[in-house]
């Protein structure tokens, strides 16, 4: 096994298998999370992960896999914690209106659509990618992104986002 080219895939793909599981629904540190144990079972069966056919479709199938098994817990609520972060000198305001809207309407959509949406749009897999990644047909695939971008077209969050 390649220490080194796992390390470079990780490097390369960190951030945006992080972005995409708080787009899935996670939070940030939900997310960090999620990802290093998708990674974690990668590393362990790298040599697989390493000659995939789509390496990317197949640590996004882990991914999402993990995520959807973290939801069928009881409680996935927020943890208090004792003391909190703070970030002097950095406004913490700047871009939430946007991304609270983007997330109310991503929240309105099924867990299926949302995912659709995510691997799409985000992750730029193709429709046989997701296909493979969701192990459902092309046509379902396409039918969840066209209902998905239809309901997202009508929330008023995102029309205003647009200047409508």
């Not at 079972?41 to 697989?48: A, M």
């Not at 995939?52 to 999402?64: F, G, K, S």
Request: hydrophobic share 45%; aromatic share 6%; with cysteine.
């Amino acid at each position: 096994m390649s220490e080194d080219d796992f390390s470079d895939y990780v490097a390369a793909r960190w951030a945006g298998l992080v972005r995409s599981a708080v787009l899935l629904g996670c939070g940030q540190a939900e997310a960090e999370d999620l990802v290093q144990s998708a990674l974690e079972r990668c590393l362990l069966k790298w040599e697989r992960v390493r000659v995939a056919e789509d390496r990317h479709a197949y640590v996004h199938r882990i991914l999402i896999n993990l995520f959807l098994s973290s939801r069928r817990r009881r409680w996935t609520g927020e943890k208090p914690a004792a003391v909190l972060p703070d970030r002097p000198g950095i406004d913490q305001t700047a871009g939430v209106d946007d991304y609270d809207a983007v997330m109310r309407a991503l929240d309105r959509l099924t867990e299926e659509q949302r995912t659709a949406v995510v691997l799409r749009y985000y992750a730029h897999l193709s429709e046989e990618q997701m296909a493979s990644v969701l192990g459902v047909a092309s046509g379902t695939v396409k039918s969840r992104l066209a209902r998905a971008l239809k309901t997202l077209a009508r929330d008023p969050n995102l029309a205003e986002l647009r200047g409508i």
